[in-house]
């Protein structure tokens, strides 16, 4: 360990911090020493992002003090934490699209010529030299779209180092990686660590606080719970104090055989939105009853498979047939018909109408049946009562049906999704990323409700870029990469070493 | 106590509402405009007495009133439509002029009963001006060109086809840049035969309210602008349709997830939203000017309608509120200069501060969070 | 704006004094404008200037109120109606059919509309009528005249009948004056936008013109602007535009609407008003003319040639048309 | 054969001018994420102050200036609305729209006795052409080139406007704040500074729009002189998919359309078209070149969207 702890470099006192009558941030001290990774642990909505907010100045602290290296300092905005030696990597990306990777960096400190002229050579120069400095390579000319989340998030370190960050927050890194990406981000803040750099670490996930961190401090409805040494705590100690009660990991399923063939596709050839095949030629038979699993790194098709398989994106060629019938190129709204219902990737953007109510967001696809609507009429009573009845029965917080989705927090949007494409009661249910971004109690209750459609013999679709979420829930595993699927295995024989070789190409072709 | 209570709840509506926000714009817009007023030499309490009085104190005033906000009220529900179904709609203005010129056309070359003629005026109306906006509908979903550079092109292209239509022998009256008059059986002015007759004359004589009444050309146009308001709002919160075009409107990517046609819904909408100013245009044409005239210019129908959109919150009742008082100040602002040689400009400048201060509700939740906290303080005193 | 002094107005009447004397009995006079507004330095301005004086030398009692849309018309009207006015004047044939239904609705009420004719006009209306052909027809001659080039050109704005009589009178004076000159004719479509008309008159010039006439409104600004800059001559109308550019406006054929104006408000408080029917204003009563500060520009032989046939038209020697059949039968 | 040529262009130029400074104007205001539908009452204000101080002070450049300060200031409305109030900021422009106009033409009555025409300034004291009377008169190159200062500048303008946003620190700061304010806010750029920036200069070009009309194209301001060219300029920089150079081509085509149809339209043309039917030319070709337009053009990401840090 780099750890020197005679020296502090970020005390946090007595933070409070109220969003109106709501306290986020409750009495909270964290204390941070040069040279380790300290892991911040915490529920969604525990107030983590708050507190680091608070920190890169994005927020003032309703109360409390803040010591930088000893030195007590005011963070009125992110300026001065930048010239503190602070840098963070937000939750959600903050890059700006249509840039490139080294115009991404220089944002805010831009290398000049002359009065006010992009120095753009010495920019890509300065980025190519701090990213080998850290070994974190990154392509300075990329446009930002182009390049892999993985990537993106480099670009973020690589932002906060060009500053020249001392103290490094991560907030959930992980949440949107590869396995071997999470490898890869987990050496990179060694190597920091290494140079003496500090970090903190925000995550939901235990495995990666046992794999990469020094202290966790566990915070539970914006309050301090306890700031433990990792070394000496097990995951399912770290799990019980952030929820505040004991839970289980394991997907509790029974064994089951699959039944008769539902969905099948062949060569399926789908373009992606530059124009280029994305999906190429991609094979697979799903089953009733079963949950297949599709694990693959990133950009590799998958997101262009779902909605080819939903009807929203169109197929160039092969076929996608439902118990024979084929259903290429149907509409959205046929393929809906057909009783094939999706968890979207991204719920925001696909799953919700944020502008609407639950209520609203909840007849999604079914607002033109009855007892829905009738003859174009709608019955609102008909939609109130369903909509408390799944409020209820998928305990939906707030349990009014009348607010506006963008109002909930995002397990929660997550929760009106599945509540309504699964009272649907589909034969075929996909699920793309449906646990992205939600705390463990949450991640119980999406996987709990998958199992519970196998279990119903449905074909349950599971796309994941978390390799352990594939290998916990599904039973068969089929393995995308280029926009192929390069391999089948049965879940049970399936271990990670493999799996992680086959997702990076290295596949055999062989069907399990 | 309880009475507290109440006047607390009435202050919370007032302060939390649109309402409120929206009647302290109106109130800061009037400020303004009596400041400048005042600052020019010119008395302003005296201007808004006499715009007052120029609105209310007659009755064939209040019936201008509503005779000139009738169109404005529905190109502005036409706006408000298409807001609320997420498109902007600026070429009311155009959908107006196509609707206007089909029912002069229709409204002059058929003859029918009027039993049947209003009808088919009307339908012929909105059939053209419905067409009119689903070419921008249509070139959105299609091509994903901007509705706002479409209408605006649409715009144009409209007004040259109405000097185009008018010049056409045997539509055009003689020396004139005019159309002919719709037939009587067009017309849906109040009782405009039976005023126009002897007898009308001579009971009209005698009774001076309705004497004053019937000068204007009070039409039914109004009765259609309430009934379209409740139209639209039905459409847009009790049906499958609205649903749809406001799930495109917040979400389209969500709505084509759920199965909504996303490109028809554009084209419905701009449709729906085309008929309604078209509409507008043939109200005024069936009920106020019976004829069209080369226009040299944008009438700005439209444009207006646009204000009124916005000043009434894109809501069906606010647009009514919102007509009403637009066209009233419109047409009571117009007595200012006669009597006291003050520029009528004055009234652009508070319907534009009107709705400059509608476009920031944050500013004026400021300013009454302020005047009720003093006031709070001075009860407390 | 051009200035209320009217100094050389061709007839002032002798018994137009003492405005305060009459003041017991003040006639009221107030007029309508159509869209352009008050101050279009054309007709609406024209009509206002003759209120103006009508007040100044008549001790008429004189107001206005500006349009801004088509609809207006009606309810301002009434709004005149409603204050009490003796005589209330519509400014513009578009405001024909609206002034007529007043005058029917309120037979008690005087009106009187420019530029409007009807077949059956009630007593308690007038409508007046310019020979804006005549005037035309004179700065056409001046034109004729005065090209060096054998070219001079004709801006319209929009294809109307109104302006119709502009053209073709201005065709038929050229023609007088010398049948070989050619007459380039366009109509911009349009009455206020200025950079077409600047853009048709610069093709006149460049294709040889050296005189232009525009009857074209606020598109006749480019039109002045277009001689300004090419160093050619433009022909104003409606009022003296000599003001707009003083070396190049050579003259302008001016429709005198306040001198109809002043003439009615005095026949009005002669007790004279010429109800049910039409007055015609031509060069004969000075309704119509060439501008004052033609002599700047046009030699003085010119002019006298001008005001000789000016007395030809007055005494119907020539024959002055103003719609496309009537030139094409006499010309 | 050349004559209509260079007459085509000239007009082309002529028409072009005021639409490029405004749309120029739009540009820089939505790039930095803020739409500017008053672009329409900015170029009134323009217009009428750049005619009315021409009138009175003689000097075209002084004229021009407080052209575009007075649309600067009227801009300054907007951004506060739209910046500091987190307003719609289609509301606020429309608000502009109505709010220009009306005062150009109250104070214009203050100021030219009760008109609201101004009075037109002499030939000399109009924007120059530094290139008049090197080519003899309507020669080719003379149509061409022998205009008015501020057409030149008007294309000065593109190069200086394309310049900033892609080659200068403030550029990228712009469309960064364009694209994504919060990234920009957290690297310590300031999205309101840079946010009023670009809509007061939005203002000022659109003021130089309007003053390019009435400074040059003709001399004097009467209140139709603006009509419609405001909307125009927006969709030019729609369609010109929010670059200044695309903009740029957009205002050409639509000038080059209504010297077409000048030019159509002239006596002797080898066939006659209805002048109304012939004016509709340059909008029924702008839809169609739209439809025919691969690729859809994107706004940037956070136009339209008001920049709230999450307390104030
Ligand atoms: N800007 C805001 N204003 C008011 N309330 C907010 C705001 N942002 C979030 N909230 C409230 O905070 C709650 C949690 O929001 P947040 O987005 O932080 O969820 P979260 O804790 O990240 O949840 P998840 O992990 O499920 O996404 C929501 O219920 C929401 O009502
Ligand atoms: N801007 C805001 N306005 C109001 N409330 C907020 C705001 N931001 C956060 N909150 C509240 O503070 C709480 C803590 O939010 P925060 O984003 O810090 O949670 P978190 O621990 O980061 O959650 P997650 O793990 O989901 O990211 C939220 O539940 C929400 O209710
Ligand atoms: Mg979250
Ligand atoms: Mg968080």
Redesign the pocket.
């Known amino acids: 360990m780099n750890i020197d702890f005679s020296s502090k470099v970020v005390e946090m006192k007595n933070i409070t911090k109220k969003?109106?009558d709501?306290v986020?941030n409750d009495n909270i001290n964290l204390t941070v020493h040069k040279g380790e990774v300290h892991a911040l642990l915490g529920?969604?909505?525990?107030g983590k992002?708050?507190l680091m907010n608070i920190l890169y100045g994005l927020y003032q602290p309703t109360a409390g003090e803040i010591f930088i290296n000893g030195n007590k300092v005011d963070i009125t905005d992110p300026n001065v934490a930048i010239k503190k030696g602070i840098g963070m990597v937000h939750?959600h990306f903050m890059l700006v699209e249509p840039f490139t990777v080294a115009e991404n960096i220089i944002l805010g400190m831009e290398p000049t010529q002359g009065i006010g002229a992009l120095d753009m050579k010495k920019a890509v120069q300065d980025v190519e030299e701090i990213s080998k400095m850290y070994g974190l390579h990154v392509n300075p000319n990329d446009k930002i779209y182009d390049i892999t989340v993985g990537m993106q998030q480099r670009v973020e370190i690589l932002k906060a180092l060009y500053r020249g960050a001392e103290i490094l927050i991560l907030d959930e890194p992980t949440a949107v990686l590869t396995p071997q990406e999470i490898k890869e981000l987990i050496q990179i803040m060694r190597n920091l660590t290494q140079q003496g750099k500090t970090i903190i670490l925000i995550t939901?996930k235990l495995k990666e606080i046992k794999e990469a961190a020094d202290f966790c401090t566990i915070i539970r409805r914006g309050k301090h719970i306890d700031t433990v040494e990792v070394q000496n705590t097990s995951t399912a100690d770290l799990a019980s104090m952030m929820v505040g009660r004991e839970v289980s990991f394991k997907v509790e399923k029974e064994e089951k055989e699959h039944g008769e063939l539902v969905l099948s596709i062949e060569d399926l050839v789908v373009k992606d939105n530059r124009n280029i095949d994305a999906v190429k030629g991609l094979s697979l038979d799903v089953y009733a009853g079963e949950i297949l699993g599709i694990a693959g790194v990133d950009g590799n098709g998958q997101s262009e498979f779902i909605e080819a398989l939903t009807g929203l994106r169109r197929v160039e060629s092969g076929k996608i047939k439902i118990h024979g019938k084929d259903i290429t190129n149907n509409t959205p709204k046929e393929i809906i018909e057909e009783r094939i219902a999706s968890i979207p990737e991204d719920r925001q953007k696909r799953g919700l109408v944020l502008d609407y109510t639950i209520a609203e967001n909840m007849i999604l696809e079914n607002y033109n049946k009855p007892p829905f609507a009738k003859k174009g009429i709608l019955n609102q009573q008909a939609i109130k009562d369903f909509a408390r009845k799944l409020i209820e029965k998928f305990d939906v917080?707030?349990d009014n049906q009348l607010i506006k989705a963008r109002?909930?927090?995002?397990?929660?949007?997550?929760k009106v999704i599945i509540a309504r494409e699964v009272t649907n009661d589909p034969e075929i249910l996909i699920a793309a990323q449906p646990t992205r971004?939600?705390?463990v109690g949450?991640i119980e209750f999406v996987h709990k409700s998958l199992v519970e459609q196998r279990d119903k013999n449905k074909a349950v679709v599971l796309v994941s870029l978390e390799l352990d979420e594939v290998m916990n829930v599904s039973d068969r595993i089929a393995v995308i990469y280029e926009g192929k699927i390069v391999g089948i295995v049965n879940a049970k024989e399936a271990d990670e070493n493999t799996l992680g070789l086959m997702m990076a190409g290295g596949g055999t072709e062989n069907e399990g | 106590m309880k009475d507290k209570g109440l006047k607390e709840k009435i202050l919370h509506f007032i302060l939390n509402g649109n309402f409120g926000f929206t009647l302290v714009s109106i109130i800061l817009g009037l400020a303004v405009g009596a400041i400048i007023l005042q600052i020019t030499g010119f008395n302003a309490f005296e201007a808004y007495k006499i715009m007052i009085q120029g609105v209310f104190s007659r009755p064939n005033y209040i019936a201008w009133t509503i005779v000139r906000s009738t169109p404005i009220i529905i190109t502005g529900l036409s706006v408000a439509f298409a807001f609320k179904t997420g498109l902007f709609n600026i070429g009311a203005e155009g959908q107006f002029i196509i609707g206007a010129i089909t029912a002069a056309a229709v409204g002059y070359f058929v003859k029918l009963p009027a039993v049947l003629h209003i009808p088919l005026v009307i339908l012929a109306a909105i059939t053209a001006a419905g067409f009119w906006g689903a070419i921008a509908g249509y070139l959105k979903a299609k091509f994903g060109v901007h509705e706002v550079i479409s209408t605006i092109m649409l715009n144009w292209i409209a007004l040259y086809l109405n000097n185009y239509i008018v010049r056409i022998e045997g539509f055009r009256r003689p020396l004139n840049e005019r159309s002919y008059a719709i037939q009587q059986s067009a017309s849906i002015v109040v009782l405009e035969e039976w005023k126009r007759s002897e007898a009308g004359r001579a009971w009209l004589l005698n009774h001076e309210f309705w004497r004053d009444v019937f000068r204007t050309p009070l039409n039914l146009g109004i009765v259609f602008a309430i009934v379209l308001a409740i139209i639209v709002w039905f459409i847009l919160n009790k049906t499958t349709l609205g649903y749809e075009l406001k799930a495109v409107g917040y979400n389209k990517h969500a709505a084509e997830y759920g199965g909504i046609n996303v490109s028809k819904s554009m084209l419905v909408s701009m449709s729906i939203a085309g008929a309604l100013a078209g509409l507008a245009g043939a109200l005024h044409v069936m009920g106020d000017s019976k004829s069209i005239a080369s226009l040299a210019a944008m009438e700005g129908y439209g444009f207006d309608g646009i204000a009124v959109a916005l000043i009434g919150g894109n809501t069906p009742l606010g647009v009514l509120l919102g007509g009403l008082l637009f066209g009233g100040l419109k047409y009571g602002g117009s007595k200012i200069q006669p009597t006291l040689g003050a520029p009528s400009e004055v009234i652009s400048i508070v319907i534009g501060t009107i709705v400059f201060f509608i476009a920031m509700p944050k500013l004026i939740k400021m300013v009454m969070k302020l005047t009720t906290k003093n006031r709070g303080a001075k009860n407390v005193e | 704006g051009g200035g209320t002094t009217e100094p050389e107005t061709p007839e002032e009447t002798p018994e137009a004094t003492q405005p305060e004397a009459e003041e017991t009995a003040a006639i009221k006079m107030a007029m309508v404008t159509d869209v352009g507004g008050v101050n279009d330095q054309s007709f609406n301005q024209s009509a206002w200037e003759g209120h103006q004086k009508a007040r100044n030398e008549l001790g008429v009692e004189v107001n206005y109120v500006e349009s801004n849309q088509d609809a207006d018309y009606l309810p301002n009207l009434e709004q005149l109606y409603d204050a009490g006015y003796d005589l209330i004047w519509g400014i513009g044939f578009m405001m024909g059919d609206v002034i007529l239904e007043a005058a029917e609705q309120n037979p008690d009420q005087k009106y009187a509309i420019i530029d409007n004719a009807y077949g059956d006009t009630p007593s308690n209306l007038v409508g007046v009528l310019f020979k804006a052909e005549e005037a035309s027809f004179l700065v056409g001659y001046i034109a004729g005249k005065m090209t060096e080039t054998g070219k001079v050109g004709f801006v319209g704005g929009m294809d109307f009948p109104v302006i119709h009589g502009f053209h073709y009178g201005f065709m038929a004076g050229v023609k007088h004056a010398n049948p070989d000159v050619e007459v380039l004719v366009q109509y911009a479509g349009d009455f206020n936008d200025a950079a077409i008309g600047k853009a048709i008159a610069i093709q006149m010039y460049q294709s040889g013109a050296d005189i232009v006439f525009h009857a074209a409104g606020g598109t006749g600004d480019g039109v002045i602007e277009a001689a300004r800059e090419q160093g050619k001559y433009a022909i104003g109308v409606d009022r003296d535009q000599n003001d707009l550019a003083p070396d190049n406006v050579i003259t302008s054929a001016m429709k005198r609407v306040d001198n109809a104006i002043f003439n009615i408000a005095e026949e009005l408080k002669a007790g004279n008003f010429p109800g049910g029917g039409t007055v015609v204003y031509g060069l004969e009563d000075g309704g119509v003319g060439i501008a004052p500060t033609s002599d700047k520009h046009v030699p003085a032989d010119i002019l006298e040639e001008t005001r000789a046939i000016e007395q030809q038209i007055i005494r119907g020697e020539i024959f002055v048309p103003d719609n496309e059949a009537d030139y094409n039968a006499n010309y | 054969m050349w004559s209509s040529l260079g007459f085509i262009i000239g007009t082309t130029l002529m028409y072009s001018t005021p639409l490029i400074y405004t749309a120029l104007g739009g540009v820089i205001s939505e790039n930095s994420g803020v739409v500017n539908i008053g672009l329409e009452g900015m170029m009134t204000i323009g217009a009428f102050v750049g005619a009315a101080v021409g009138f009175y002070t003689g000097n075209p450049w002084i004229a021009f200036l407080a052209a575009g300060l007075a649309s600067g200031f009227l801009a300054l409305f907007h951004a506060i609305a739209a910046v500091s109030f987190g307003a719609d900021q289609v509301v606020s422009g429309i608000a502009i729209n109505f709010l220009g106009p009306g005062i150009a033409l109250f104070v214009s009555r203050l100021f030219f006795e009760g008109a609201t025409n101004t009075k037109p300034i002499p030939l000399e004291n109009k924007m120059p052409r530094p290139l008049n009377g090197l080519f003899p008169q309507n020669s080719f190159f003379d149509m061409i080139l022998n205009q008015y200062a501020t057409v030149f500048m008007a294309f000065a303008l593109v190069a200086i406007v394309w310049y900033l946003l892609y080659k200068t620190k403030l550029g990228l700061r712009i469309r960064a704040v364009g694209e994504h304010p919060r990234a920009a806010d957290t690297l310590g750029v300031s999205v309101y500074k840079i946010r009023y920036l670009c809509v007061v200069l939005s203002g000022v070009f659109a003021g130089f729009g309007g003053a390019s009309l009435s400074l040059a194209v003709v001399s004097n301001f009467r209140p139709t002189l603006i009509s419609g060219h405001g909307f125009i300029a927006l969709a030019a920089m729609i369609f010109g998919k929010w670059k200044p150079q695309g903009a740029m081509w957009a205002c050409l085509l639509f000038g080059v359309s209504n010297g077409l149809v000048v030019y159509l339209g002239r006596p002797g043309a080898p066939f006659q078209i209805s002048q109304q039917l012939l004016s509709m030319i340059p909008y029924v070709l702008t839809l169609i070149i739209l439809t025919g337009f691969v690729g859809r053009a994107s706004a940037p990401a956070a136009s339209g969207t008001p920049y709230e840090k999450?307390e104030r």
């Open positions: 969003f109106g709501f986020a529920e969604n909505g525990a992002s708050t939750q939901h917080r707030p109002s909930l927090s995002g397990g929660n949007q997550q971004g939600l705390d949450a | 999450d």
